[in-house]
C-alpha cells in the first residue's frame, strides 16, 4: 500500500508540473501598502458584518456588542455615534451557566444587519446565546431595545457557526442553526407579512450543515413562462448519498421560491419548492476535490440570466492547505435543477436517480403559468403525491459544475475565506472581473480573469498581524474596498497604480485599473479622465509599446564594497516581480552557469554569492530582472577586493592627537577583542570536541543591509537587567561607513508578527531554475534582502566543509536566541462578559 504522505508529495508535484499553483506577480507586504486606512477601537473586536449604502455614503458596521455608522470615504471618521447593544447580565451569566464561555462566547455578536426599508435596518445578534433581533431607525439612529424579536431561525446561537441572512421585499431569509445545541440546521423565511415557512427537519434535507451565503435571483423579470422569484443558499453538509466508508462533506447550492406558502395538507408550513444539488469544484487530472466551501459572491448584470457565482473553497491535504475558486452560471444551476432526481433504495439501501415517472406538475417547482391554467394559484392548491414526492426527494441526481469544468484559480499553502468581484472596462472596451480574495491570514490576493484563465496581479498584505479576513465589501463608486476582521477594519483603493515604475511593470501587471501615461511618464489610474497617451495590454504581454523615444529611464545608484580577500560576499537583488529571472553580469559580460563555482545565486535569499573572493572578482556587478523579454536594471554594486581587511579599517575620530575619547575607542576596540579572542576559543573548543578534533576554519560574510535607526537600535539592545553588556555600535566602522558585529549580536527581526503567505522566504515567490551554478544555494538561507548601501562583516567558525553544519542553521539558531530574549508583547485578553 502506497504511504499517504508519499501520495501527498506526488499531488502537489502535479500541481507545480501542471501550473496549478498560480502565483501573485507581485508581493507587498503591510509597510508597502498605500493609501490604507483603519479602524481600530479599544476593546472591541469582531468587525465581522458590513453593510454599505452607497446612497447615504455610510458603512454599516456590526461588531460584538457595537454598530457603527463610518462614511465610507474615510472609515476613521463616525457619521453617528455607534450604538451599544448589549446582553444584559443575567442573560450573560444564564449563558455562562450553560457551559459557555463568558471570554469568547456570552455576548452579543452583531450577525444581521441589512436595510429593512427606507426608514429602517434590521438587527440580529446572538444575545448570549439567545439571539434576538430589533430594528434601527435611520432619522434619529436609535435602536429598539424594548421591544425585540425571537431570532430562532434568523440569527445563530453560536457566534462561530456559519449562517446567511438576506431581506427582500422586506422579508427575511436566512439559514442558520435552530437550537442551543446546534443540531437542527433550518432555512426559513421570517420577519415580514407573509407567513412563516421552513425546512422539514429531516437529514435528507439538510444534515449537520454549515451555511455560507444567500442571494435573489429575479427569475420573474422577462420571464416566457411566467416564473417566480428564487432564493438561493450555499452550504456545506455531511451527504448521505455515499457509503458509508465515503461519507463526506460536500458542497451544496439550493433554491426555494419566493412566493412559496406551504402545502395545505402535506408540508405545511414548509417549503414546498426546496431542492438542493451538489456543487462540484475539482480538478480531475488529478482527482483533487475542493469540498469545503468558505464564501461565495454573486456578481450581478443587467440581466438575471447573465449571473454568476465566484466561489472560494478549501481542501486539506495531510498539513498543507490548498484553496481554489470555481465560477458557476445560473443557467448551469437551472439545468441541474430542471433535471432528473436522487432517490434510497431501500432495498438495495443505496442511493441512485429516480428512473419512475415524474409526478404532474412537476415537484420543487414555483408556481407558474401553467399550473395557474390548471387552477393552482398557490403552492397551497399541490397536489398530494406532488408534495409527497419533493419531501422525499429533495436531491437531484447532476452535479453543478464549475464554468470550463475546472477551477479558476488554485493555491497550496494558502486559506482562502472570502472574496468579493468588481466587474471593470479595460481601455479596450472588454469587460473584465477582478478577483478579491480575503486569506486566514490577513492577506488580499487580487486577480483578474481573462476567459478560462486566471492572472493574479498581487498579493498584498492587509493587517500587520496575521488576522482571518471574514468580511469583504466592495463600493463601485469610490473604486474602494473594506475588509473586516476580528480585530479591525481595513479600506484601501482596488488598485494602487503608483507602485509601477516603469512602463513595463506598469503594462506587464494587466491590471484593468492601471495604464502607463506616456505624456507624464507614470502609471495611473485607467478611469480617470485624460487627454493623454495611454498604454495597457491586458490579453498579453506586449510590452514593447514602451519602446518609444525620449522615455525616462531610472537607473539605480551603484554601491561600492570594499572586501577583503577570502570574504563571502551576498549581493542582494531585489526583482521586480516573483515571476521575474535575475541575470547577473559582470563589467557587462553576462555571468553564466558553469563560469565558477564560487560564483552562485541563492534563490531563497535573491541574491548572489561569491565565495571566498579573490582579486579576479572585483568590478561592476550589475543585476537585471527580466520577465517576458523585458529586461529592467535592479541594482549595481562596484566590489573592489583588498590584500588584508586591516587596509579598509579607519577610524572616524579626528587624528590630530590622541585624545581622551579616542584612547577610550582603543580600549573598547581592545575589550571587544579580547572578548571575539575568547568566544572563538571557547567555540573552537567545543567544536573540536565535538567532532573530535576536526579543525576549525573561519568564514568571513559580507552582506548588504538596512542599518536600523536609533530607535529601533535601542529595541535591539539588551534590557538593562540582562547579563549581557551592551556594545556601541559606532566604535567599529569600516571605511566605506559598514559595520562590523562580532558574533553573539544581531540586528532585531520585524516584531510584527505577521506570516508570511506562503512556505517561502518571499511569499508566492516560485522557484526557477538559477541562473549560475548553485550546488549549495541552501547555504546561506538564513539571511534576508536589504536595500541599503551599508553592508556587516559576521566572522563564522567553521568545520571543514564535509563535517561543518549549514550556516543557515546557525543563523536560524542565533535568530531564535534572539528572539527568545525580546519581551513578549503586551497582553490583550479579551474581558469576561460576567
Known sequence: MIPRWLCIVALFLSIEVQGWNQVPRKTVRYSGVSEIRQSWHSGISHYLTLTLDEKRGALYVGARELIFTLDMNNIGRELRPPILWEAPRDRKAECFYKGKSNQTECFNYIRILQEYNETHLLSCGTYAFQPKCTYIELSSYTLDSVNLEDGRGKCPYDPSSGHTGLVVDGVLYSATLFNFLGTEPVIQRSVGQQSSIKTEYLATWLNEANFVSSAHIPESLDNEFGDDDKIYFFFTERALEYDCSSEQVVSRVSRVCKGDLGGARTLQRKWTSFLKARLVCSIPEIQLNFNLLQSVYTLRTDHWRSTEFYAVFQARWGDVAVSAVCQYSIQDIQKVFDGPYK???????????????????????????????????????????????????????????????????????????????????????????????????????????YGSTVHMIEELQMFDKPYPVHSLVLSTQTSVLFAGSQSGLVQLAMADCSKYRSCADCVLARDPFCAWNRNISRCVHSGEPSGYVLLQDLQGTDH????????????????????????????????????????????????????????????????????????????????????????????????????????????RAPMDGLGLVWMMVIGLGAVCLVLFLAVVYLRRKLQDEMDKGSKSLENTLVYPIQLPSQPKLAKCLPSADSDEKLWDPSSFYYSDGSLKIVPGHALCQNSTGSSSPSGNGIPGQPLPSPPLHSPN??????????????????????????????????????????????????????????
Not at 592 to 601: C, H, M, P, R
Open 343 to 449: 432517490e434510497y433504495r431501500e432495498q438495495a439501501q443505496k442511493w441512485g436517480r429516480y428512473s419512475d415517472s415524474v409526478p404532474s406538475p412537476r415537484p420543487g417547482s414555483c408556481i407558474t403559468d401553467f399550473h395557474k391554467r390548471h387552477g393552482m394559484q398557490s403552492s397551497m392548491d399541490l397536489p398530494d403525491n406532488t408534495l409527497n414526492f419533493a419531501k422525499k426527494h429533495p436531491l437531484m441526481d447532476e452535479l453543478v459544475q464549475p464554468v470550463h469544468g475546472r477551477p479558476l484559480l488554485v493555491r497550496k499553502g494558502v486559506n482562502f475565506t472570502t472574496l468579493a468581484v468588481h466587474r471593470t472596462q479595460g481601455l479596450n472596451g472588454e469587460l473584465y472581473d477582478v478577483l478579491f480574495i480575503g486569506t486566514g491570514n490577513g492577506w488580499l490576493n487580487k486577480a483578474v480573469r
Open 544 to 651: 514593447s509599446m514602451c519602446n518609444f523615444q525620449n522615455m525616462k529611464v531610472v537607473k539605480p545608484s551603484s554601491r561600492n564594497l570594499t572586501v577583503a580577500i577570502g570574504t563571502n560576499v551576498v549581493l542582494p537583488c531585489e526583482l521586480t516581480s516573483n515571476l521575474a529571472q535575475p541575470i547577473w553580469t559582470l563589467n557587462g559580460r553576462e555571468l553564466t552557469q558553469d563560469e565558477n563555482d564560487s560564483v552562485l545565486y541563492d534563490i531563497t535569499l535573491q541574491a548572489l554569492v561569491i565565495l571566498g573572493v579573490g582579486a579576479h572578482h572585483s568590478g561592476m556587478y550589475c543585476c537585471y530582472s527580466v520577465e517576458q523579454g523585458a529586461r529592467l536594471a535592479s541594482e549595481h554594486y562596484q566590489l573592489s577586493v583588498v590584500a588584508s581587511a586591516s587596509l579598509t579599517l579607519e577610524s
Open 777 to 834: 544555494h541552501m547555504l546561506l538561507s538564513g539571511v534576508r534582502g536589504s536595500n541599503s548601501n551599508g553592508y556587516i562583516r559576521l566572522t563564522l567558525g567553521g568545520v571543514v566543509a564535509e563535517e561543518r553544519p549549514p550556516l543557515g542553521e546557525l543563523n536560524e539558531e542565533l535568530r531564535w536566541k534572539l528572539k527568545q530574549r525580546q519581551a513578549l508583547p503586551d497582553s490583550n485578553p479579551e474581558e469576561s462578559s460576567v
